[in-house]
């Protein structure tokens, strides 16, 4: 059965982490995902208390996001492993089986004339490396890419724990990429959908402008045959990205909007 569930960045920015979970549970959701940045404290008797939280409001934890890539010199490259192996320990330590991972704007060359894909190779190999030990996956989300690409770091990457998450607004040419100025019409981000969804781990669902009950800016009645087509079965998450004041009520939106249109698979 999919599983629905929303983002703590969804909601206001700097909603602690009790009230996003009181939200979620108020909502009827399935499953919640958080930003790395999301924890105020990394003391134990914190982490402990939200996870019970989760578990009294059955609420599983689907991922850990950390905002990082492997672009840049060695000391950035550095920097982002170490944040990986940080949102490692977190979901260890609360029961979420993956860490979330960005693909961004490959450049043909680095700053210093070098070619950027072995270095960026090695960093998701060692952070995959790392989270295979504490029996963590990493999720590779498109932020903004192409499926070629995504294809190419997860065949270049190599590890059985390697995979994507997929981001249904966040692609090159789509309206919810960056930078916007890119025309969608230019560009079939919905083929990039097609051929990254059967190596999904995770799937978010951008929603920008959904007051009237139905998604204006990116159409889901393409979206959702193309979860069906690969027999995905796994979390669906609610990431709402537009200007309505009350968010909450997007989200509750999307929820039904989402229910309603996955009922018949």
Request: glycine share 10%.
């Amino acid at each position: 059965m999919i599983k629905i569930g929303t983002n703590l960045l969804s909601l206001e920015k700097n909603t602690a982490i009790e009230d996003f979970l009181e939200t979620a549970r108020d909502l009827r959701l399935d499953c919640v995902d958080f930003h790395f940045r999301g924890f105020t404290s990394s003391d134990p008797g914190y982490l402990s208390n939200i996870k019970q939280t989760c578990l009294r409001y059955g609420l599983p934890i689907g991922y850990i996001g950390c905002s990082v890539g492997f672009g840049g010199d060695p000391a950035q490259r550095q920097e982002s492993l170490d944040l990986c192996k940080n949102a490692t320990d977190l979901a260890l330590f609360l029961g979420s089986p993956i860490i979330r991972v960005f693909c961004g704007r490959i450049p043909e060359k680095n700053e210093d004339g070098s070619d950027p894909w072995p270095p960026m190779i090695a960093g998701y190999q060692e952070a995959a490396d790392y989270a295979a030990t504490k029996g963590i996956s990493v999720g590779l989300q498109n932020h903004p890419s192409t499926g070629d690409d995504m294809l190419r770091i997860r065949r270049e990457t190599d590890r059985e724990n390697f995979n994507f998450i997929m981001d249904t607004g966040q692609w090159i040419g789509s309206p919810g990429g960056y930078p916007r100025d890119d025309d969608p019409r230019d560009v079939d981000f919905y083929a990039f959908m097609e051929q990254v969804m059967p190596h999904a781990l995770y799937v978010r669902t951008k929603f920008y402008e959904i007051e009237s009950g139905v998604e204006q800016w990116i159409d889901y009645d393409r979206i959702l045959p193309i979860l069906k087509a690969a027999n995905y079965n796994g979390c669906i998450s609610i990431v709402y990205e537009g200007q309505a004041e009350d968010r909450i009520e997007q989200v509750r939106l999307a929820a039904a909007y989402l229910r309603e249109n996955l009922a018949g698979y």
